[in-house]
């Protein structure tokens, strides 16, 4: 059962438009999400997380929409560049549910493509 | 300071093998993580650990074990590997309070045969 999920495993963007990748989640305890970036043959990086308590978290050209409601979560690149080319993961925490509680849960993963 | 490395980067490994792969961190983080990547199969968590001396199972904790005997270390160990353990193996740390995000190692690609 996936708990985290990113329907699209492609993307495919011009340079200067925006892209967004989507993630739906079916846990209602998850109250924490994060954005991960992932280049070829390279660890994961951090990029962006937002609490449950809020419903929008910027940081420069990245923003992450939160709809609880919805259970939906979203990540904007504006402009897009071609170093945004990457593999992009959603990954969502249950703060207070004990072992839950130390894990992320990971989705598969949206291969972003930024074309000059 | 380095983050998270990983030792080995690559390996190949006969069926029935056994390997250990390590992890280091230098950030004195608690907590310790060992995922697996497969293709269109995202992150999944192997094992992790809260504290030194401590480990825990995770989603796909079977045919491997762990150790965590210093707090900036963490083994994964393969006793009798299996071409299904075939995959990119990364470690990541954590802070205990704070930001909740986890600092990935640069990974390590395992071939079994």
């Known amino acids: 059962d996936q708990q985290v999920k990113q329907n699209s495993p492609s993307l495919s963007v011009q340079e200067g438009r925006i892209s967004i990748l989507n993630c739906d989640y079916t846990?209602?305890?998850?109250?924490?999400f994060l954005w991960y970036k992932k280049y070829p043959a390279e660890g994961p990086t951090f990029l962006i997380s937002?609490?449950?308590?809020?419903d929008k978290n910027e940081d420069g050209r990245f923003t992450v929409f939160l709809n609880k409601s919805a259970k939906h979560l979203s990540l904007h690149i504006v402009p897009s560049q071609p170093g945004d080319s990457a593999v992009y993961f959603c990954?969502?925490?249950?703060?207070?549910?004990?072992?839950?509680?130390?894990?992320?849960?990971f989705g598969k993963g949206t291969k972003l493509s930024v074309i000059p | 300071n380095a983050g998270v490395t990983q030792t080995p980067k690559f390996r190949v490994l006969k069926t029935g093998q056994s390997m250990t792969l390590l992890c280091a961190q230098d950030?004195?983080?608690?907590?310790m993580y060992w995922y697996r990547q497969d293709p269109g199969m995202g992150l999944r968590l192997i094992h992790y650990?809260?504290?030194?001396?401590?480990?825990a199972k995770g989603e796909v904790p079977d045919g491997y074990n762990v150790s965590r005997l210093k707090k900036q270390n963490f083994l994964l160990g393969l006793e009798s590997a299996a071409p299904s353990q075939t995959s990119v193996y990364f470690c990541?740390?954590?802070?205990?309070?704070?930001?909740?995000?986890?600092?990935f190692g640069p990974g390590t690609r395992l071939t079994v045969t």
């Open positions: 937002i609490s449950s308590i809020k």
């Open positions: 990954a969502a925490r249950a703060t207070y549910s004990g072992a839950g509680s130390y894990q992320l849960t």
């Open positions: 846990n209602s305890m998850f109250d924490y």
């Open positions: 950030m004195n983080h608690e907590y």
């Open positions: 650990s809260v504290g030194e001396g401590t480990t």
């Open positions: 990541a740390s954590r802070r205990t309070s704070g930001r909740n995000e986890q600092y």
